[in-house]
């Protein structure tokens, strides 16, 4: 806070990250806590014969938000692992990641970074069944690759680590960037692998499809039963609503101070004004009784004797109100004849 009251930029700052942050951990926690509401609200079916009679007779032949559990079947071609023998699934990915420790400037540390440089995800068509192979049903799903929990499994994880050379490791301190190597990791969604998907449930040509929902509703795709998914999602809700209060907190506190910090400044004005005042209304009633003509004061001339010019500086109110004969008569503790306040140390003022 500066002598006029007014905040600093640090403070300026620290309260606008402050109050930036906290409105978008507000709307992060929003969506999610929307997000989980709308989960324990979606209907929950069950992949049987009756689900295309159900479908049949809903609005529009169709469920807006729905639960289904089953298990993962290829319509026709299934994918083979590029790593593992005997592994096949609906849906790959591979991912390169280039690892590497940074210098950071300002820590004077090597932090850790990691990019992807690569990323490719094959699909092909697939049903989720139920687990009893004797009921003749199944949901077809579309694009899955849309869905917000595709967590599939790790089948394939290697580390190629970067070769280094004197050469190599001078020239890395010298640009701050020290490479460790290449990450490589295949993630399937493998047949068989049990599913919980939420999304729209409609009956199209006489075939159930599962696909991502309308009305900006969440389209689920997971490993998870369903119970788990939804802790799972409320789990993150917490999360999001104390890094919301926490830092409504610290945006609060940072507003309260700087506002408490004006009305302290205020408050000192108003009383310095009123203290001038009276000081002034005393000075004017002691010169009527000294019958001393206002006019004949020099504007220089000592506040208390009225004769001698002003040669000091007060501190640290900062006022230029008496001599220096007069300040040594002043009593102990010494305080400025103007605002009352203690008088810190003097400074001799020289006019040339």
Known sequence: MD??????????????????????FYSVYSRRSTTVARLKGAKQLSINQ????????????????AVIEGVVRAVKEELNSQFV??????????????KKMVWNRTTHLWNESEKVIHQRTNTVPFDLVPHNEAVAAFVRVIRPLDSSEMDMETTYENFHPTVQTLTNVIGHFISGERPKGIHETEEMLRLGACVTGVGELVLENNLVKLQPPKQGLSY???RLDFDSLVEKQQRS?????????????????????????????????????KVL???????????????????SVSPSACTVCLSRPRSCVFLECGHVCACDQCYEALP????CPICRGNIERVVPLYNS
């Open 50 to 65: 009756d689900l295309k009679n159900i479908l049949a007779e809903a609005p529009g032949k169709c469920v807006p938000y």
């Open 277 to 295: 005042a009276e000081f002034k209304e005393q000075q004017k009633r002691r010169m009527e009784e000294l019958n001393v003509d206002m006019a």
């Open 220 to 222: 689920f795709l997971s």
């Open 85 to 98: 023998e005997n592994c096949k699934g609906v849906v790959e990915r591979l991912t390169l990641k280039e």
């Open 332 to 335: 102990e503790p010494k305080k």
């Open 237 to 273: 809700v917490v999360v999001w609503r104390i890094l919301t209060a926490v830092f409504g907190m610290l945006a609060s506190s940072m507003l309260f101070f700087i506002l408490w910090k004006r009305w302290v400044y205020h408050r000192k004005r108003r009383k310095e004004k």
């Open 3 to 24: 002598s006029g009251g007014k905040p600093s930029t640090a403070q300026v700052l620290l309260f606008a990250t402050t109050s930036a942050l906290t409105a978008v």
